[in-house]
Each structure stands twice: as C-alpha cells, then as structure tokens.
C-alpha cells in the first residue's frame, strides 16, 4: 500500500503531545499507523509544529455570517435574540443559490484558517423558492464545503410550524419541511449523492417550537435506523421554554427525553441547553446525549450560560460556532470555560485540567456528536489535523507538558499554520519570525 510519513516536533496522541510521533497515511488520507516507520523511509518533517486533530465544529449556520456588522447598534439601549432574529429574517429573504454559495464558501474558508477541518452545517434555509418548495439551495452548501476543502455533515432541517401551533410566516417559509415524508425521501436522494470519503448526514429537527412531538419520534428512529445523527435546539431562549410548556405542558429537554425515551442506538445532540436545569442535563447526558455548546454566540446574543458545573460526572461535550459572527474554536473553548467560571464564581469547574476536557470537545466529542471518525490521530481515522506555530510569540518556550493550557487559554488563531483534510494540507500562515 502507498504510504506517507509525517511527524512534528509535537503531536498530540490524546493526553499529551509526544515528540516526533510519526503518522502513516495511506493514499485513501486515512491514518494507517503511528509509530516508527520502516529504516530508510523518507518523513515529512514539519518543523517548529505540534499537529493535533483538526478541530470539529458541530453546529454552523454559515449564511449568517452574512449578519457580521448588523445588528449590534441598539437605539433603545437594549435588544434581545428575538429582534437580532428579525436581523436574521431580512437576511434569510434576501439570499439566492449564489447568494447562499458565496457566504457559505466564505464561512468553510474561514473555518479551515481557524484550524476547523469539519463542520457540523444545520442547515435550514431549503427553498430559493419557498412556493416551489424546491429545496434547491441545499446543493449549495454541498458545493461550498467541496470548494473550501472542508469536511462536511450536513445537518438537514426540520421545520414545520413557526411555534406551538402557529404556521409559517415570512422568510420562515424558506425552512418548511413539508412533511416527515418528503423530507426524508429528500434527504436519502441528497445522502445518495454524497462523497463519502468526505460528506455525510444528519437529521436535525430543528426544536421543540418548530418541530411537534410525533414528528421528532418520526425523525429519531430514521436517525437511528440509518445510522445518522440527531441534533435538536434545545433551551437556548427561555421564551421557547415558556411556549412549549403552555403547549405540551413539559419543558423542551423534558419532553424530548419523553419522546426519545428509547434511546438505544440513537447519537443525539442537545443544542445550546443554555436554561436547562443541572437535573435535566445530568438526565441528558446519562442518556448519552452531547451538550452542542456555543459560546461566542450565546455570548454575543446574550442567551445566557449553561449550567454545566453543577452536573455530576461525566459530560459530553461538543463546539460550535453557530451564527459565525467570529469563527475562533479557541476562543470558543476559553469562552466555555470562563463562562463557568464567571456564572459559578471558581475556577476549574471542567476537570482537574480544563484544557484537556476542552480539547477533548473541539476534536473527538465533536467526530463522536457527528458520528464521524474524525477528531483523534488513531488507526483508521482521517488523517484531519491542525498544524500550531510553536514559534509564535504566544507559544514560545512553552513545555509540551504546558502546551494545551497555553493554546487553550494564551493563543490567537494566528498559531494556526495549516489544516489538511483527508492527508492533504492547506497552508494559511507563514511561521512567526522574531
């Protein structure tokens, strides 16, 4: 089998980065093996690098990055998610298939130079004619990610009402979902045309507002039959909370863990969780739902901060960068930690080294919540990874075993050297000189 060698002055094995580890990769872009190679064999040297796994984002809408600029001047000296999402209507009216490409394309290039090499992409703006229902701007999102060399799982979504009870209206038409039928006979012909060295799918109804119970019960055993994952908004507004109690008189997570009660072979994604009590997140995760977490955003649409540490053992956790008004996994990942830290008023609430539980979320909890392979350097995985400058300013003379922490918590995305996907790198910055 054709193989290629590549080392780094660090890589990352999962814990700690080790020096000079060597990566085998075969010509499929697959990790076939770490470990020395055979005597004699040429390997790629990046020198003055630490390679991780290329960091996962779960939960993207790229065409909002098209909001970037709008929407923060406040006349009346205060705003809310519901007069942003008005922001986010007018830009959902305006978009075309070439429209939605471009901004696409911008957000997965900008992901790819922020050490994101997948993208979890909840897509909901189907139809450039919502009349038509012709669900004709999905292939546009699926022609951005190819263009930008970017991984993707395309999070198809359901959408039905415009809360409890009330039917579309406006810009929301373009969402419309039609029925569980002819949404999912759309999204086997989409998954048919998909490459799967790099594309797959998922469901994602879109929450408890938008989506009735029966339906998510629908959608959920499809997910599990096919092997898809399922991601959902759950609790990020407490209007939602307060609208789906008065309609089905349980909170969102309460209902959604009723309706899935069997949960057995469903990989479930819980999005944003931002008001969900510590008793319904400790339900979650035993289970084995992920907690999709996005803080710039939540931050930036003053959402408010889940309640993570006060949740006993294990939580599985996910990134994303949502709204993409700033795309920087590093600062999502300082930003979920300080978050916990400012709501709880101590520090250290993820683990006794909250850089290795963040890492952990950016890379393998985030291929785990997408159901993909990605997010570890392992045999078998795709050879998906992240070259940092170890000569950047931010980095330098920092001991491999103070690395993570000082990435996590003292690095600008401007460490980011490269990216590769399947094997094959992109190269986004030169070194930093003296």
């Not at 190819?146 to 579309?168: F, M, N």
Request: glycine content about 12%; aromatic content about 6%; hydrophobic content about 40%.
């Amino acid at each position: 089998m054709n193989r290629r060698y590549l080392t780094a002055d660090l890589v990352w094995d999962g814990a700690s980065f080790v020096p000079g580890l060597v990566l085998a990769i075969d010509a499929a872009g697959r990790i076939d093996s770490l470990g020395d190679p055979p005597p004699g064999t040429p390997v790629e040297q990046r020198r003055g690098q630490a390679l991780l796994p290329g960091f996962v984002d779960v939960h993207s809408h790229a065409f909002q990055i098209g909001l970037r600029g709008r929407g923060e001047t406040f006349p009346l000296e205060h705003g809310s998610f519901w007069t942003w999402r008005e922001a986010m209507y007018e830009l959902v009216g305006s978009l075309t298939p070439e429209s939605l490409a471009r901004l696409s394309r911008r957000t997965f290039r900008e992901m790819r130079r922020a050490g994101i090499t997948t993208v979890g992409e909840f897509h909901y703006v189907h139809h450039a004619d919502a009349g038509a229902a012709d669900f004709a701007l999905d292939a546009a999102v699926i022609d951005a990610a190819r263009q930008a060399g970017i991984r993707l799982v395309l999070l198809e979504c359901y959408y039905r009402t415009g809360g409890p009870g009330r039917p579309l209206e406006g810009g929301q038409r373009r969402f419309d979902g039609i029925s569980v039928e002819r949404f999912l006979a759309h999204c086997e012909a989409i998954a048919a045309g998909l490459d799967p060295a790099r594309e797959s799918i998922g469901l994602a109804p879109h929450s408890l507002r938008a989506v009735e119970p029966g339906e998510l019960a629908e959608l959920a055993q499809v997910a599990r039959q096919r092997g898809w994952p399922l991601h959902i908004h759950l609790e990020e507004q407490r209007r939602e909370i307060e609208e789906v109690v008065a309609a089905w008189g349980r909170s969102p997570v309460e209902l959604a863990l009723e309706t899935l009660a069997d949960g057995t072979g469903l990989n479930a994604t819980g999005i944003h969780l931002t008001h969900t009590d510590a008793d319904r997140l400790f339900d979650l995760f035993a289970r084995g739902w992920t907690a999709g977490l996005c803080p710039l955003t939540e931050g930036n649409l003053g959402d408010g901060i889940p309640a993570l540490a006060e949740v006993p053992g294990r939580r599985r956790l996910a990134l994303g960068s949502d709204s993409n008004l700033r795309i920087s996994m590093l600062e999502n990942l300082r930003g979920l930690e300080y978050g916990q830290r400012l709501r709880s008023e101590r520090r250290g609430l993820l683990g006794e080294r909250p850089a290795l539980t963040l890492l952990d979320a950016a890379t393998a909890g985030g291929a785990a919540s997408l159901g993909i392979a990605a997010g570890r350097l392992v045999a078998g995985a795709p050879a998906d990874l992240v070259a940092i400058d170890l000569g950047h300013p931010a980095l330098r003379e920092i001991p491999a075993e103070q690395l993570p922490e000082a990435l996590v918590f003292g690095a600008p995305d401007e460490v980011v050297l490269a990216t590769a996907v399947g094997g094959r790198f992109a190269e986004h910055r030169a070194p930093a000189t003296e």
